[in-house]
């Protein structure tokens, strides 16, 4: 008889590839061959990851098939659904290559579907199953009881089971006798879940002292007892109380996409309206992340104990930005989600810039867009919860783990999927949208994910992926994987490296300055206002706020002469050499440790010596020297130097310590932005394991022997290439999917020789199908002695 497995292995090269692009998630690893891949396929992980990613008609087909009696012809089906014979090919098609179903002719559910959908169109098991755990004796009882006469001669459990089948298969007098309370609450389990919790569910009962509606149930067969709290509708009642029916309400086709309200058209240049719009608030989200990050590189605000953002550093960003707290969150978020913000520390820790965001500010304005939508577009973090209550009421801060939801990547993707299908010139109404996406995704639904839809909505207008209600072009590129930047570049203005100064000491920049120019704007002057054009006011404080960065007078004054449209007006120049000719008067430093001698001859020969340039000595008087060094530091450094310190406490007692004694301060530790796995996976790698696995088959049955016999590796010693022309080499093998000769190191440095159809190049590893061992086998690359290209043709 055919199995799932032989299936899989008569399966051309492109099902297999619909197959593991419908489902990436079995190729981490590669399965060593095809029987491998099927077992994977049929685990719970794999089932229940396969099943939410479809519809609700397909999901409702696949369930069919499960309640159906065997063998389901596809007549049956289609009768079942109420559908046409069309839509349910085209399902079937959908399932069998998501490995769902098997078979051509009468299709059949793959392994493990069955423990995946527990409650298959919402009934229980049938009579003999729901009721296989009742003893002879209890089961005699029932019986008894609708035949009016107990069972003739012995009756062992099997033929009591059968007896009950055929008693319950019209139940409709039975559901009669037991009167309208047992009726109503047998309709509460009518369209599922088919369980309920009632208490002390086992107990003894008979239809002659049945009180309660829950009893005359149970004593006619109509409930069964699964444990002592739980009991089960029988497939068979249900299926007499929907009249038949498997679903209340299945429809082939999703929900329509109505367009704004009343489905008003589109007005003229709707879509050129829509692109502006978003791609002005695309601009704005970037400029906002930008100055607070800017604010947070001098200010950081610590980290909680329980980690996140407090509520008053949340306030005190909102006012900065001028926003709405939620929309601070928002930022901050998407800043964490794009690697430009991380915690500094496991105690004690702030909330800093990551080196990525320098070379985030290197890139223009639509770069800068897209590594902050696609952060948003992967985090599995939910910015909407900050501010709210947990289920134990504790507060939920921004940046913290209390903020992670797993759904939230696939509800936003599916919501952006959904106005990208809707057409230009669509504005989606939200009920609308909450239903198509409901039936795009049935199995995870609820009040959660309709807030994270919601929240999506909020978010994507904030980021400039959505005007007016609809998808711009630019964010249609990203959901498509293409570059949205040269069409975002089009409708963004042009940064200009000109500003207009006044005489009361304000600057207007009339669009986006480029980087360096603002940057050292907000520098040396305030933002007094913000929006087609921004004004900075220069004051003292802020002037000063430049000196203090290291900048001179001459310095400022060069710059906005430099930029400015007009000539630097007398106020200003007066101002800035003013706030200069003050600065510095005072000068306030720190030091760890001094050095103090009685001979002030000592110390000029010290700082005559070059060898005390490193320990950073400066004189603060005759006998006294200052050092930024720790004191440990500077000991080891005078000692080297031939000289014979001794440490001093604050009170001037010699401090005896220990030749052993060490101290170290402990590493900065920065968390990981946990952004969900992709959902994809590239056709390169699909193409190589479906290689990999044909392979491995092979292998498999001709028996790994003759694997390597057929595999012998060339003569002579492993092939030996440079570090670099190595990993060109298999990836080039990885593109055009050929077989390579590689040298490679065991554990005691040891070198063999393999013969590889390498599958993956990543991660400083080489995945591929090791030909020699017959297996899929990962190789790290810094083992690799070398490679060399083989003829494809094993024979060769």
């Keep these: 008889m055919e199995t799932y497995a032989d299936w899989l292995r008569a399966r051309g090269d492109d099902d297999l590839r619909a197959l593991l692009s419908a489902r990436p998630e079995l190729l981490a690893p590669v399965p060593a061959d095809l029987t491998a891949l099927a077992a994977r396929a049929a685990t719970p992980a794999a089932i229940s990851r396969a099943l939410d990613r479809l519809d609700r008609f397909n999901l409702a087909l696949l369930e069919a098939l499960l309640v159906l009696p065997p063998p389901v012809e596809p007549d049956a089906l289609a009768a079942a659904l109420e559908a046409t014979s069309g839509e349910v090919e085209a399902a079937l098609g959908t399932l069998r290559r998501f490995g769902l179903v098997w078979g051509e002719d009468r299709p059949a559910t793959a392994p493990g579907l069955r423990q995946g ?6 009934l229980g098991p049938p009579v003999q199953e729901v009721f296989a755990g009742y003893s002879a004796e209890r089961l005699g009882a029932l019986v008894t009881d609708l035949e009016g006469e107990a069972p003739r001669g012995f009756a062992d459990s099997g033929r009591l089971l059968r007896r009950l089948a055929e008693l319950l298969d019209d139940p409709g007098p039975l559901i009669e006798d037991a ?12 369209w599922g879940p088919p369980v309920g919790r009632v208490a002390d569910a086992r107990r003894p009962v008979r239809i002659g002292t049945a ?23 029988p497939r068979e009642i249900a299926l007499h109380l929907r009249g038949g029916r498997l679903f209340q309400d299945v429809s082939a086709t999703p929900p329509p996409l109505t367009s704004g309200a009343g489905g008003a058209q589109p007005a003229p240049r709707r879509e050129d309206m829509v692109v502006r719009a978003a791609a002005g608030e695309a601009f704005n989200a970037v400029r906002l992340i930008e100055e607070l990050l800017e604010r947070w590189g001098l200010d950081p605000p610590p980290v909680l104990r329980s980690g996140g953002l407090a509520v008053r550093d949340l306030r005190a960003a909102a006012t900065l930005l001028d926003v709405p707290e939620w929309k601070a969150a928002l930022l901050a978020e998407v800043a964490y989600a794009a690697g430009l913000l991380t915690r500094s520390g496991d105690l004690d820790g702030e909330w800093l810039p990551t080196p990525a965001y320098d070379l985030w500010l290197m890139r223009d304005t639509p770069g800068r867009w897209t590594e902050l939508a696609r952060g948003w577009l992967k985090s599995d973090r939910a910015a909407g919860l900050a501010g ?34 809707a057409g230009p010139g669509v504005a989606v109404d939200a009920d609308t949208l909450r239903a198509r996406v409901a039936w795009l995704r049935p199995r995870r639904g609820g009040p959660a994910r309709d807030r994270l839809l919601g929240w999506t909505l909020r978010e994507a207008a904030v980021l400039g992926l959505t005007g007016f209600g609809e998808l711009a072009p630019f964010a249609r ?4 994987g293409d570059d949205p930047e040269p069409v975002l570049e089009k409708y963004l203005p042009a940064p200009i490296d000109k500003i207009v100064i006044q005489a009361d000491l304000t600057a207007i920049a009339p669009g986006p300055l480029v980087t360096e120019l603002s940057r050292e704007l907000a520098l040396a002057a305030d933002v007094e206002s913000t929006g087609g054009a921004t004004v900075y006011r220069f004051t003292p404080e802020s002037l000063r ?21 007009t000539p630097l007006p007398q106020p200003l120049t007066y101002l800035i050499d003013d706030v200069a000719r003050r600065h510095g008067h005072l000068r306030v430093g720190t030091l760890a440790s001094y050095v103090r001698t009685d001979s002030s001859a000592t110390l000029d020969e010290i700082l005559a010596d070059r060898r005390s340039d490193p320990l950073r000595l400066h004189r603060l008087a005759p006998t006294v020297l200052a050092s930024s060094l720790h004191r440990a530091d500077l000991l080891d450094g005078f000692r080297a130097m031939g000289l014979a310190p001794v440490a001093e406490s604050p009170g001037g007692g010699v401090i005896v310590t220990r030749p052993d004694a060490q101290r170290s301060e402990p590493p900065p530790t920065a968390e990981i932005v946990r952004v969900r796995p992709g959902e994809t996976a590239d056709d390169t790698m699909i193409s190589a394991a479906v290689r990999a696995l044909r392979a491995g088959d092979e292998a498999s049955r001709h028996g790994a022997e003759q694997a390597r016999l057929r595999a012998e590796t060339p003569a002579g010693d492993p092939p030996r290439s440079p570090a670099i022309a190595t990993i060109e080499r298999l990836r080039a093998a990885v593109e055009r999917g050929g077989r390579v000769w590689i040298g490679y190191l065991d554990q005691q440095g040891q070198a063999s020789s393999r013969i590889v159809e390498p599958v993956r190049v990543e991660g400083g590893f080489l995945t591929g199908f090791d030909a020699t061992r017959a297996a899929v ?13 083989l003829d494809d043709d094993p024979a060769a």
């Design 117 to 122: 959908l527990p409650h298959p169109a919402g």
């Design 179 to 190: 009167g309208p309370d047992a009726r109503a609450a047998l309709e509460q389990l009518m």
């Design 211 to 233: 009180t309660t509606p829950i009893e005359a149930l149970l004593a006619r067969g109509l409930l069964a007892a699964e444990d002592d709290r739980t009991v089960t509708l």
């Design 388 to 421: 709210e209550r947990d289920d134990r009421d504790r507060l939920i801060n921004a940046l913290s783990e209390a903020m992670v939801r797993g759904s939230a990547p696939a509800v936003r993707r599916t919501t952006l999927e959904v106005l990208a299908g």
């Design 477 to 480: 590129d990203l959901l498509a």
């Design 545 to 565: 706020r430049a000196l203090d960065a290291g900048r001179t007078a001459a310095d400022v004054t060069d710059l906005l002469a430099r930029h400015s449209a």
């Design 777 to 789: 086998h990962r190789f790290a690359l810094h083992r690799i002695t070398g490679v060399s290209e």
